[in-house]
């Protein structure tokens, strides 16, 4: 069984940075693609970033790119997200999800495991 930790949120300032980090734990990590989703209040939830087993491949919402970063340790068994230039729209719940299956699924949004969440929120 697959579970999932993840830490790091907390309150910021616009144009500040946060590292959120998850655990992966109860099975082969690299065997699975990991991703980072949000949701605020009375939004659905969206993906943020994804990245495949291996490392080679990322993909990022529009609304992200330039300003997030998804990597992966897979000695660690942990994934990243490093989320710089803060923007208040950026608010809402993370969670990291794992997926066995295609990066392609988790990228629509298919997230076989998640955890319980870290709350960020960027102040104005």
């Known amino acids: 069984q697959v579970q999932l930790t993840e830490s790091g949120g907390g309150l910021v300032q616009a144009g500040g940075s946060l590292r959120l980090s998850c655990v992966f734990s109860?099975?082969?990590?690299?065997?699975?693609?990991m991703g980072w989703f949000r949701q605020a209040p009375g939004n659905e939830r969206e993906v943020v970033a994804v990245?495949?087993?291996?490392?080679?491949?990322?993909y990022y919402t529009d609304s992200v790119k330039g300003r997030f970063t998804i990597s992966r340790d897979n000695v660690d068994d942990m994934v990243y997200l490093q989320m710089n230039n803060l923007e208040p729209e950026d608010t809402a719940r993370y969670y990291c999800?794992?997926?066995?299956?295609?990066?392609?699924?988790?990228?629509?949004?298919?997230?076989?495991?998640r955890g319980q969440g870290t709350q960020v929120t960027v102040a104005s």
């Open positions: 990245i495949s087993g291996s490392g080679d491949e990322t």
């Open positions: 109860g099975r082969t990590f690299a065997t699975y693609n």
């Open positions: 999800a794992a997926s066995p299956f295609a990066l392609s699924a988790l990228v629509k949004g298919r997230t076989d495991y």
